[in-house]
């Protein structure tokens, strides 16, 4: 990319972002809903990276030595369709499917396009993204192409772009440039700082940027502002772009009271005025791009596989958490793209093992958690990595937006959560994941793995490595005995018996620390001649309907579920909705009923009805029904 630019070329780039006006304002019109302000306010800067800046392949879009572009901003998605569609991706006539059933140009940019790595639309996600991306090009990838990011002012009142943007210059990412669309209107009036530059210049410098602002209508400035941008070494570029919503609009431009709405009875108007600022509407000529670097390495990250089974004693006892730790290892010596990340919390989650075994494979994300979702998202897109993210189950709320964007985004990274229900005890409800299994069992395409001991999780592991979508393990703190032999075979959506007798009368469900209760129960109850089967399920999601059907059915029709969790959304629930169906099985459903106090893990087992003690009760109760 030349540092300087003729003036024909300045024209045609002029001419580009005005077309890419036209088409916002007409697509818009044909659905009768979205946001052309929005996109008016960028088109030059859509203009400039696309037609001058941007090294990528038309016949590839996702070609992996791309540069890649994210639109943070995700509203202004026909503005991105419509430059696309200008550089010869697709025919502009197919930008009038905008928004319509049956027609992959939606509202907010989804990867069911070609064009689009991750969706975007819940603002204040895509910087993140962006850094996970550039964060493989720079560390992993080791390969020429840039990442560039554009966030609107409105959404740079998120707190997770601040944790971005500190997350970008902590690593040095010289190969990230953000631009900022300082269009000065929010959605429903002005935005905090408006058009205050030197705020967001003083902010961003103070964040450790390379800063530079230009006037966002201005093609020269553009051009000059991201050639300076991929020249800076040691730190990420951002570009403060002043700009004006609803530019070129005439008695729109820069007036409150339009965003997200087509421009109705003023189309017509607004569309003869741009079109009277077009040079040229035939054939675009403009110098060729410079041409990309082919030097994004071959990825594999298929079929992997443990470098060695797992290696436990029977009745051993370990805190699955250290068996997930474990698993990362035995993972990461099998391929070489097995990534970690964690929130400051790895030598309790024990992903710090991973870190102990090859420090370049692990990324510190620290107390950021949003920024922490959205950095392996960025990891995984486009199959560059196998990202597993681990924090305290319960933390992993605090980014739940983020999370159900990957799932829109079709990204497949793996979660953990440990230190999951009462069964942490002392740190108290603060700490204690309740909510876990409910928020991941909401996430479209989800699987949710709940292991009972280290060999299962070593396996879960394994297999959620291996599995589209997104993934997630609840750890427990607590040590629980080894139950399954290391040579036992485990499947996604398939339960497994691991305790059973001739004569049982109740089938007890449970997972992790409660499973173990379950299974110390019927060893008592065995005593006494009542006989007790014990499912593990594996896998709260999917879950084993038919398994857990056959063996009701065995059981007399009597099932007791045991969680520790909150009642709403856990292991009860999804076992009742399996069930419902079926004549003749009752479930009785047994979890943590309210906020929980401080204790120690037995006190709290005890004082919430879900240790071996209550569970025999329980049973008891049941026969007598």
């Known amino acids: 990319m030349p540092a300087q630019i003729t003036q024909a070329d300045i024209k045609v780039l002029q001419d580009i972002a005005n077309r890419i006006r036209i088409h916002s304002v007409t697509s818009t019109s ?34 992996s030595s791309s540069d890649r572009f994210v639109l943070s901003k995700g509203h202004a998605a026909p503005a991105l369709y419509a430059a696309w569609a200008e550089a010869g991706l697709f025919p502009v006539a197919d930008l009038q499917n905008l928004r319509k059933l049956g027609s992959d140009l939606e509202g907010h940019p989804t990867p069911r396009l070609n064009f689009i790595d991750v969706g975007t639309g819940s603002l204040g996600q895509g910087l993140s993204i962006a850094c996970g991306m550039a964060y493989v090009g720079k560390n992993f990838d080791k390969a020429s192409y840039r990442v560039y990011c554009l966030v609107g002012d409105g959404e740079s009142a998120e707190g997770s772009i601040w944790e971005s943007l500190h997350f970008a210059t902590y690593y040095k990412l010289d190969n990230l440039c953000v631009i900022f669309d300082v269009n000065r209107l929010g959605q429903s009036e002005p935005t905090s700082l408006g058009h205050d530059i030197d705020t967001y210049r003083k902010r961003l410098e103070a964040f450790g940027f390379n800063v530079v602002a230009v006037d966002g209508h201005d093609v020269e400035e553009l051009v000059k502002a991201f050639h300076v941008g991929c020249n800076t070494k040691g730190k990420p570029t951002a570009i403060i772009a002043k700009t004006f919503k609803g530019k070129n609009f005439p008695k729109i431009e820069d007036l409150e009271n339009w965003h997200g709405k087509p421009l109705g009875d003023q189309a017509d108007r607004v569309l003869q005025h741009l079109k009277s600022l077009v040079k040229n509407s035939g054939p675009l000529q403009i110098h060729p791009q410079k041409p990309l670097t082919d030097d994004a390495p071959v990825v594999d990250i298929s079929n992997i596989k443990l470098s060695s089974p797992p290696s436990y004693k029977m009745g051993d006892s370990i805190a699955t958490r250290v068996a997930y730790g474990t698993a990362l290892v035995k993972l990461a010596q099998s391929n070489p793209r097995v990534i970690a990340l964690d929130g400051d919390m790895k030598n309790s989650t024990y992903s710090e093992a991973l870190k102990k075994f090859d420090p370049t494979r692990y990324i510190e994300c620290f107390i950021a958690e949003q920024n922490l979702v959205g950095v ?15 924090t305290f189950a319960t933390f992993l709320t605090r980014a739940y937006d983020q999370i159900r964007m990957g799932a829109i985004s079709q990204t497949n990274v793996n979660f953990c959560g440990s230190h999951c229900g009462v069964s942490i005890g002392e740190d108290g409800p603060s700490q204690m994941g309740l909510e876990d299994i409910a928020m991941f069992r909401t996430i479209p395409g989800s699987t949710v793995f709940y292991p009972a001991d280290a060999v299962s999780t070593e396996r879960a592991v394994e297999l959620a490595a291996n599995t589209k979508g997104v993934t997630f393990i609840r750890t427990n703190r607590p040590t629980t005995a080894v139950i399954y032999p290391n040579n036992h075979v485990f499947q996604v959506g398939k339960a497994n018996v691991v305790k059973k007798s001739n004569n049982d009368q109740l089938l007890v469900i449970g997972g992790g620390v409660t499973l173990q209760e379950a299974i110390s129960a019927a060893n008592e109850l065995a005593k006494a001649g009542v006989g007790v089967r014990v499912l593990d399920l594996f896998t709260v999601k999917p879950i084993d309907k038919e398994g857990i059907i056959k063996n009701a059915k065995e059981c007399g029709g009597r099932i007791l579920v045991v969680e520790d969790h909150y009642y709403e959304g856990g292991i009860g629930e999804a076992v009742i909705a399996a069930v419902a169906e079926e004549r003749n099985i009752a479930v009785k459903h047994v979890a943590v009923p309210k906020v929980p106090r401080s204790g120690s893990p037995t ?23």
């Not at 306010?41 to 990528?56: G, Q, W």
């Not at 087992?605 to 029904?625: F, P, R, T």
């Open 376 to 390: 392996a998202i960025g990891a995984t897109c486009r199959d560059r990595t196998v990202a597993f993210v681990s």
């Open 30 to 63: 044909a659905c009768n809903s979205g946001h052309p302000t929005s996109c008016s306010s960028i088109a030059e800067i859509l203009s400039v990276l696309f037609f001058n800046t941007m090294r990528y392949k038309i016949s590839a879009p996702k070609d």
């Open 603 to 625: 006190a709290l087992l005890d004082y919430y009805g879900l240790n071996s003690k209550h569970i025999i009760k329980y049973v008891q109760e049941a026969m007598k029904l």
